[in-house]
């Protein structure tokens, strides 16, 4: 997609994100803001998973630590604004602990450990009750308010977490077109060639781990004020299977597959609520019907299909450095 396209194509999105909520309900603006929430948890785990080749299956674990933390704080009196950092920090200090078995372990064995510490965190959020409130959980964390802008209402909060989807993703565009972005490729497709031309593996390995865990803690901390209710049971291992299966069915390793991905989960859902009981059976056939034929993802698709219909034409390096010479 050349950069004009790809510019005009960003602004479509982003109007639309602006006028799907117009004059909806509660409950599908909740929806809709549900959806961007976990397409910034799906954008971490797709720096960790899509662009590295780390596998995590701990994504809803740093959630919970970026929701756990921003709550306790707002309860206690601190604004969201000043909370939220908090969260994150520790989100980046405990994905770059988890990140050093990825410099041992890989495959399997790594998804293995990072399910483990999926588990670790549900019970000391279900076992410490003194802090977490164990299985009760906290409520009645407020919503932001910024003296002239309010998010009580459902459609502003929803706009405020638009502000911060748009940022978020900013963020994540300029890192994976950064070096550091060239540098996680390398280090998915090839780690050994990759530490020959250079590549510190240990230290790309690591930040894959701590950014994306960064990313997560960001969508608990907006899953906080939105529910203002939080319970260990929110953030249990099925949940981490469903961000990564965001990251599956949208494109792993593309940078709008997120986006994609948590559209197909959490909105397709309620588009099929129309046939009443049977919603969740054809949501589950599609799903299965999709990872069976489209392993790529739907935007894999759209790549093979846009190679094969508008193929761009390359000009070899040689027959440039020829034109040069006469």
Request: aromatic share 14%; with cysteine.
């Amino acid at each position: 997609m050349h950069g004009r396209t790809r510019n005009l194509f960003v602004l479509l999105l982003i109007a639309l994100a602006m006028l799907a909520p117009i004059g909806q309900g509660n409950y599908l603006v909740y929806v809709l803001t549900s959806w961007l929430i976990f397409s910034i948890a799906a954008m971490g785990l797709n720096l960790t998973l899509g662009y590295a080749g780390q596998i995590s299956l701990a994504q809803a674990s740093f959630m919970a630590i970026g929701a756990y933390v921003t709550a306790l704080l707002t309860l206690a009196g601190w604004h969201w604004v000043l909370a939220m950092p908090l969260g994150l920090v520790a989100c980046f200090i405990v994905g770059l602990l988890l990140g050093y078995p990825a410099l041992r372990v890989k495959g399997h064995f790594l998804a293995f450990v990072t399910l483990a510490f999926n588990t670790l965190v549900f019970l000391v959020l279900r076992n410490e009750d003194w802090l977490t409130g164990g299985n009760y959980g906290l409520v009645g964390m407020p919503r932001p308010d910024f003296g002239l802008f309010t998010t009580m209402k459902q459609l502003h909060f929803y706009y405020f977490t638009l502000g911060i989807t748009i940022l978020a993703a900013l963020v994540m565009w300029g890192i994976v077109r950064s070096p550091w972005g060239r540098a996680f490729k390398a280090l998915r497709e090839n780690p050994i060639r990759a530490e020959s031309l250079g590549v510190d593996t240990r230290r790309i390995t690591l930040l894959a781990f701590a950014i994306g865990s960064t990313y997560g803690g960001l969508a608990g901390a907006l899953v906080t004020p939105l529910v203002q209710f939080i319970e260990p049971g929110s953030f249990g291992v099925g949940h981490s299977l469903r961000i990564l299966l965001m990251v599956v069915v949208g494109g792993s390793g593309y940078f709008f597959g997120p986006f994609v991905g948590a559209g197909v989960v959490i909105l397709l859902p309620e588009f099929l609520r129309f046939t009443e009981g049977y919603y969740l059976i054809i949501y589950s056939a599609l799903v299965i019907v999709m990872l069976v034929f489209v392993p790529s993802g739907l935007l894999g698709v759209g790549a093979k299909l846009r190679a094969k219909f508008w193929p761009r034409h390359q000009v070899r390096a040689d027959m440039t450095e020829g034109a040069r010479l006469k």
